[in-house]
C-alpha cells in the first residue's frame, strides 16, 4: 500500500472515530469500545474496498454491508457521514428523539444502511440472504458483514455459517470483530467460542486471521477472499477494543457507556495529536 | 363437499404462481409437509431448504426481501410464529420487508403429533408485529387466493395454513379476495357468528341449528384477521348485539380477542369466543380433538344460545 493511500485511510478511520465520540458523547450512551474496535475495517470497506454509489444509496449492483453487532451503529453511522451519505453535523443527533440515527441501523431511514440490524445473530443472516439472491440474479455484487466475537455465542450465527458454506456464497465475506471483550467480561471467561478459525474452516469457510487495526493486512484479506470462487471467507480481525483513546482499550465497562464532556476532550485531544 | 387441505392448496399456488411471478421459496427440512415440495419439483432453482434452522431461514429471507425480490418462508406455525418470533419481528417486521411466511399445521387439526406442534398462539404473537398482514383461509379456494394476494402487499404476510382437510365451500370460478374485508357469508339479524379459518364451515353448520329454532345468525368470514374489518363488525354488532366468534387457536390474542377489542370501543355488545381455552393440545385423532377442544358447530351454536340470553 502506497503511502497516499494509507495516510487517506487512516485519516477516514482517525474521523470516524471522532465521529463515534461525538456521536456517544452527544447521545449520552451507546457503544464506543466495540464502535472503534471495527472502525478501521469499516474505513477500509468504505473508502477502498466496497463498490457503493453515496449518491444513489438503493443503487440495486452496490456492494452490501451487514453490521450484524449492531450495537456498533456509531461507527457504522460515522463512516457513512465519512463517504458522504449523509452531513457529519447529523451525528451529533444520535440517539436523540427526532434524529434517523436510531440506537440500532435502520434500513428504512438512514442513507447507506443496507439492513436493519441488533439483535445479535440476525445480521450475518441476512447477509447471507442478500448473498444467495445475488448469485441467483446473476449479480457480481459482494456481500460483507461485521459480527462481533461476543455475538458468535448466539446459535443463529452457526446456522448462517452453515447456510452460506452449503450454498457456496463465495461473494459473502464476514469480519469477525475479535476484541475479546463483551458486556459481562473477557469473552473467554463469559462463555468461549474460540477457536474461531477452526470453526468456520469446519464450517466449510475459507479463513483468513489478520490484524484489523493493520491496512496493510485488511488489504490483503479482503483481495484475498475476492479470490475464492467456491465458499464464503470469515475473516478473523484481531482488535483491541476502545481502539485509539487509550482509556477506553481494552476495558469491558466502556462497551456500553459514553464519554462525559472531560472524557470527551480528552478523548479527542488524543485521537487529533 | 370436496374436502382439501389449505396446506395443498398452498404448494399447489406457489407453483401455479411461480410462473407467473417472481419470487424463491425457502423451507426448513418440511418441504414434504408444507407442501412448498410441489414448487421445488416446478422450480428448482428458485427452491432453498434452510435445513432445520427456522431463525436463520427467517432472517435469510429478511436478506433476500432487501434485494427486491420477494420471497416465500415455509416451516410449521410453531416454528415459525414461534421459534422464530423474534427474527420475523426484527428481520422481517421491523424493515417491513416483503417476506411471505407460509406456516402450515397450524391449530389443534395437526393431531397425532400432539401439543409441541399444535400451534394455538401463533396468531396471538403475529397480531402484536406492527404492519403485519395476517391471512387466515376458510378453505383451499380461499387459500389459493390469498397466496396471490400476498405478493400484492407491499410488506410482511403471515399466512396460516392447516394439515387437516376441510371442506371446500367457495365456488373456485366466482371467488373474489378482497384483503381487509369480511365476507358475509349468510345474513342474520339475531346474533353474529364471526369465523376463521377451518372454523368458518361449522359456523354455517351452526347457522342452521339456529335456524331450525327460529333464530336468525350471520355469519362473517374473517380471512383477514390483520388489519380487522372493523366497519364490519362494529356494524354487525350494532345490528344484531350478540357475537360469538370461533377460532382454531387459543381464546387469547386471537380472532376472539381482536372482535373484543375492536367492537368495545363502538358499542354494547356481547361476545362469546370459541376457542382453544387456556391448555396446551395433546395427541389423538383431529375429530376426537375437536369435540375434546369445543371445536365444534355443537359448541358454536351453544355459544350463541348463551348470548342471545345474555342480550335480553
Known amino acids: 500500500m502506497d503511502n497516499a493511500k494509507r495516510n487517506a485511510l487512516t485519516e477516514a478511520a482517525k474521523n470516524i472515530r471522532l465521529g463515534i465520540l461525538k456521536g456517544t458523547h452527544s447521545a449520552g450512551s451507546g457503544h464506543p469500545g466495540g464502535s472503534l474496535s471495527i472502525a478501521d475495517i469499516l474505513a477500509y470497506l468504505y473508502i477502498e474496498e466496497m463498490n457503493i454509489r453515496p449518491e444513489d444509496p438503493k443503487w440495486e449492483d452496490r456492494d452490501r454491508f451487514v453490521l450484524s453487532k449492531g450495537h456498533t451503529a456509531p461507527a457504522y453511522y460515522a463512516t457513512l457521514a465519512e463517504r458522504g451519505f449523509f452531513p457529519k453535523e447529523e451525528l451529533a443527533t444520535l440517539r436523540k428523539i427526532d434524529s434517523r440515527l436510531q440506537g440500532h441501523p435502520d434500513m428504512k431511514n438512514i442513507p447507506g444502511v443496507d439492513m436493519t440490524t441488533g439483535s445479535l445473530g440476525l445480521g450475518i443472516s441476512a447477509a447471507c440472504g442478500m448473498a444467495l439472491a445475488g448469485k441467483v440474479a446473476g449479480k457480481s455484487y459482494r456481500v460483507y458483514t461485521a459480527v462481533g466475537d461476543g455475538e458468535s455465542e448466539e446459535g443463529q450465527v452457526w446456522e ?53 487495526h493493520d491496512f496493510d493486512q485488511i488489504e490483503a484479506a479482503f483481495a484475498e477472499a475476492r479470490s475464492v470462487t467456491d465458499k464464503p471467507t470469515a475473516i478473523i480481525a484481531k482488535t483491541v477494543k476502545g481502539k485509539g483513546v487509550s482509556f477506553m482499550e481494552n476495558q469491558v465497562g466502556w462497551h456500553g457507556k459514553a464519554p462525559n464532556a472531560e472524557q470527551y476532550e480528552a478523548a479527542v485531544a488524543e485521537l487529533n495529536a | 363437499m370436496e374436502k382439501k387441505a389449505t396446506r395443498e392448496a398452498y404448494g399447489a399456488a406457489l407453483a401455479e404462481l411461480g410462473a407467473k411471478y417472481n419470487f424463491l421459496v425457502l423451507d426448513a427440512d418440511l418441504a414434504e409437509a408444507t407442501k412448498t415440495i410441489v414448487f421445488k419439483k416446478q422450480f428448482p432453482e428458485r427452491f432453498f431448504d434452510c435445513g432445520i434452522a427456522e431463525g436463520n431461514m427467517m432472517s435469510v429471507a429478511a436478506g433476500i426481501a432487501t434485494t427486491g425480490t420477494p420471497v416465500f418462508a415455509s416451516t410449521f406455525a410453531m416454528f415459525a410464529a414461534g421459534r422464530a418470533f423474534e427474527q420475523i419481528r426484527n428481520s422481517i417486521g421491523y424493515p417491513h420487508l416483503n417476506v411471505k411466511i407460509g406456516a402450515t399445521h397450524a391449530g389443534i387439526t395437526v393431531g397425532e403429533d400432539g401439543a409441541t406442534h399444535q400451534c394455538n398462539e401463533d396468531i396471538a404473537l403475529m397480531r402484536t408485529i406492527p404492519g403485519m398482514t ?179
Not at chain 1, 182 to 190: H, R, T
Not at chain 2, 139 to 160: F, N, S, T, W
Not at chain 2, 203 to 226: D, F, P, W, Y
Not at chain 2, 259 to 280: H, L, P
Open chain 1, 160 to 212: 448462517a455459517a452453515m447456510f452460506a458454506a452449503h450454498y457456496k456464497l463465495s461473494n459473502l465475506c464476514v469480519i469477525l470483530d475479535w476484541n475479546g471483550l463483551q458486556i459481562d467480561g473477557p469473552v473467554a471467561e463469559v462463555m468461549n467460542p474460540t477457536p474461531h478459525d477452526e470453526k468456520f474452516r469446519a464450517f466449510g469457510w475459507h479463513v483468513i486471521t489478520i490484524d484489523g
Open chain 2, 134 to 312: 395476517i391471512l387466515n383461509p376458510a378453505d383451499a379456494v380461499e387459500a389459493r387466493a390469498i397466496v396471490e394476494a400476498a405478493l400484492h402487499i407491499d410488506g410482511p404476510v403471515y399466512m396460516r395454513f392447516g394439515r387437516f382437510a376441510c371442506p371446500i365451500f367457495n365456488d373456485a370460478e366466482s371467488y373474489k379476495l378482497e384483503v381487509g374485508k369480511g365476507v358475509v357469508l349468510a345474513d342474520g339479524t339475531d346474533v353474529t357468528l364471526v369465523a376463521t379459518g377451518y372454523m368458518v364451515h361449522l359456523a354455517l353448520e351452526a347457522r342452521e341449528m339456529l335456524a331450525k329454532e327460529g333464530i336468525s345468525a350471520a355469519v362473517i368470514n374473517i380471512h383477514t384477521i390483520k388489519p380487522i374489518d372493523a366497519t364490519l363488525l362494529s356494524s354487525y354488532a350494532k345490528k344484531t348485539g350478540a357475537l360469538v366468534t370461533a377460532e382454531e387457536h387459543s381464546v387469547i390474542g386471537g380472532l376472539g380477542a381482536a372482535v373484543c377489542e375492536t367492537v368495545a370501543g363502538e358499542c354494547a355488545a356481547i361476545i362469546r369466543r370459541v376457542g382453544v381455552e387456556d391448555k396446551f393440545g395433546k395427541s389423538g385423532p383431529v375429530p376426537a380433538l375437536l369435540e375434546e377442544y369445543g371445536l365444534t358447530a355443537q359448541h358454536i351454536y351453544e355459544e350463541a344460545k348463551k348470548a342471545l340470553e345474555l342480550k335480553k
